[in-house]
């Protein structure tokens, strides 16, 4: 199966194509506010160097929020473009998924981390994940909340993603934990999506109403 992945969640723009399993072609750059610019581009890229066209894809996966409004509705416009033109299925994959797999995806089967997204407004973007047998668990819902109020899960091992700034407010259990700082990337959306290839709604998710980038 090949797959083109895309992500502008947050301040990085990325694009991926997987192949067969493995991610073959990707881009990333960190570039605030310039995602209409680059992620097109970055598309583009990806596919010509995997050799592939937009034809020979099977199914365009993206990251659905939570995140920065403006992104996610770029990534979210982009995607949803790309598919119609095309008549690929289309596929939402969690940008906290996301982050979650970049850790898990070689570790052992049980292991747990919480991955978290600086939601401004004093608040975080959170959930809870666990390293399946057959990939990635959610252990909670995805939630908007005020750091203190973050769902409390046991045996979590580490944190990732952004907001570390605020783990000294993180329920008492996580405030010791180690803390990845790292933003979402297609690479690991497409490697969810390859996991679970059915297309879904492709509806972006921002969790709150008044959005702020």
Same mark, same amino acid.
């Given at each position: 199966?090949?797959?083109?992945?895309?992500?502008?969640?947050?301040?990085?723009?990325?694009?991926?194509?997987?192949?067969?399993?493995?991610?073959?072609?990707?881009?990333?750059?960190?570039?605030?506010?310039?995602?209409?610019?680059? $992620?097109?581009?970055?598309?583009?890229?990806?596919?010509?160097?995997?050799?592939?066209?937009?034809?020979?894809?099977?199914?365009?996966?993206?990251?659905?929020?939570? &995140?920065?409004?403006? &992104?996610?509705?770029?990534?979210?416009?982009?995607?949803?473009?790309?598919?119609?033109?095309?008549?690929? !299925?289309? +596929?939402?994959?969690?940008?906290?998924?996301?982050?979650?797999?970049?850790?898990? +995806?070689?570790?052992?089967?049980? +292991?747990?981390?919480?991955?978290? $997204?600086?939601?401004?407004?004093?608040?975080?973007?959170?959930?809870?994940?666990?390293?399946?047998?057959?990939?990635?668990?959610?252990?909670?819902?995805?939630?908007?909340?005020?750091?203190? +109020?973050?769902?409390?899960?046991?045996?979590?091992?580490?944190?990732?993603?952004?907001?570390?700034?605020?783990?000294?407010?993180?329920?008492?259990?996580?405030?010791?934990?180690?803390?990845?700082?790292?933003?979402?990337?297609?690479?690991?959306?497409?490697?969810?999506?390859?996991?679970? !290839?059915?297309?879904?709604?492709?509806?972006?998710?921002?969790?709150?109403?008044?959005?702020?980038?």
């Amino acid at each position: 199966m090949n797959i083109l992945a895309l992500d502008a969640s947050t301040e990085a723009c990325s694009a991926a194509v997987l192949v067969n399993g493995e991610v073959v072609q990707s881009q990333y750059q960190v570039a605030p506010r310039q995602h209409t610019q680059l $992620l097109l581009p970055q598309v583009d890229q990806v596919i010509a160097d995997a050799g592939l066209t937009l034809t020979d894809i099977d199914l365009i996966a993206f990251g659905r929020g939570p &995140g920065a409004f403006t &992104g996610v509705r770029i990534a979210t416009a982009t995607a949803q473009g790309l598919a119609q033109a095309s008549g690929k !299925p289309l +596929k939402g994959i969690s940008t906290l998924a996301a982050l979650a797999w970049l850790q898990l +995806k070689n570790a052992e089967q049980g +292991k747990r981390v919480v991955a978290v $997204l600086d939601a401004r407004m004093g608040e975080v973007y959170c959930c809870a994940y666990e390293r399946s047998e057959s990939g990635l668990q959610a252990l909670t819902n995805e939630q908007v909340c005020a750091p203190e +109020k973050m769902p409390e899960v046991e045996q979590i091992n580490s944190l990732v993603g952004t907001g570390q700034d605020m783990q000294a407010q993180f329920p008492l259990a996580y405030q010791t934990l180690s803390f990845d700082c790292v933003l979402p990337c297609a690479s690991e959306i497409a490697e969810l999506a390859a996991l679970d !290839p059915v297309a879904n709604s492709g509806m972006p998710v921002y969790l709150r109403d008044n959005v702020t980038d």
